[in-house]
């Protein structure tokens, strides 16, 4: 395919975002859900195969919760929470005590905790939440089709209180205190990209999210999709819903999205990991080169030292 080549490795880093003076003013106070049910329809990434996802308003304290329309009603449930993810390999994975799992949800969490939505049911007819073009841009634009219902109850936040932090080779991850909701995120590809480096000061506009990260692509690279597709992996991935590096250069014939969308898109993927802790955090994530896997096994080193945290 003839592809427009970008040379990854003169990306250089982009500065912070600035955080503005009234942050301590917009925290959103109540809980909120969406006010109406708003549906898309895509296709796994991993299977390839069609699945609609419908969000639909949840009551307050109830968190996220996927509903598998396919099973039967008495197993459908899956509460999507750091102790039911049972698999980080290539996405979120999660799974119920009945042994139904629902892959791929990090892009849809993602947007629904980047646009302050506390509570939703994730309702889906297959095994996988459609993978649409790679970001969480179209779950972002559902929500704002939706709208915002806020909810008689506070949002209650989980305050990190002491420093955590997991590491797996050369990948690091940590959470440490802090009054201002923060990601920070070093990366490389472990070496097999240039550095890029990005923070994201998160407070509760979903402008900033929406235009800062929302749209930043997952990624992969061309020689390990080869490989995928030869085990039947990877099925529905494609230039339409990735951004696929060859040689070092980007094979996507519009480019990028970011010059740094890879570790933006790292970034989104941690929100998405971290909503998982059941409360919006109130710390400082840092990650390099951290995944799924990693992101999982820091909130699980966090909720395991009790004086780590509190609510
Ligand atoms: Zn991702």
Redesign the pocket.
């Known amino acids: 395919m003839e592809s427009m080549e970008i040379a990854l490795r003169n990306i250089k880093p982009a500065a912070s975002v600035a955080l503005p003076l009234d942050t301590q003013l917009r925290v959103v106070a109540w809980q909120q859900t969406i006010a109406s049910p708003v549906s898309c329809t895509g296709i796994g990434l991993h299977s390839g195969k069609p699945v609609t996802l419908t969000l639909r308003p949840a009551l307050a304290n109830s968190g996220y919760v996927f509903i598998r329309k396919d099973v039967p009603e008495d197993s459908r449930r899956i509460p999507a929470r750091w102790d039911t993810v049972t698999d980080t390999a290539m996405c979120t994975k999660i799974t119920n005590p009945q042994g139904v799992s629902v892959s791929t949800i ?2 849809v969490i993602a947007a629904l905790a980047g646009c302050d939505i506390h509570n939703a049911i994730i309702e889906l007819d297959g095994p996988e939440v459609p993978v649409m073009d790679g970001s969480s841009s179209e779950f972002v634009d559902m929500i704002r089709q939706a709208s915002t219902r806020q909810q008689r109850q506070p949002v209650r936040r989980l305050k990190v209180l002491k420093t955590v932090e997991v590491k797996v080779g050369k990948a690091t991850a940590i959470l440490k205190p802090s009054d201002e909701p923060k990601f920070s995120m070093q990366f490389n590809a472990n070496g097999r990209l240039g550095n890029q480096a990005w923070s994201f000061n998160y407070y509760p506009d979903q402008d900033d999210f929406s235009d800062l990260l929302s749209s930043a692509r ?1 990624f992969g690279f061309y020689e390990d999709a080869q490989h995928l597709w030869a085990q039947g992996l990877a099925q529905g991935a494609s230039l339409e819903n990735a951004v696929i590096i060859k040689d070092g250069k980007v094979m996507n014939e519009e480019g990028l999205r970011f010059s740094d969308e890879f570790v933006r ?1 790292k970034i ?2 941690a929100i998405g990991d971290l909503a998982l802790a059941g409360a919006p955090i109130l710390g400082h994530f840092y990650g390099e080169n951290s995944g799924h896997g990693l992101n999982n096994q820091l909130l699980r080193a966090l909720f395991a030292d009790e004086s780590a945290w509190s609510f």
């Open positions: 990090e892009h997952t898109h989104l993927d």
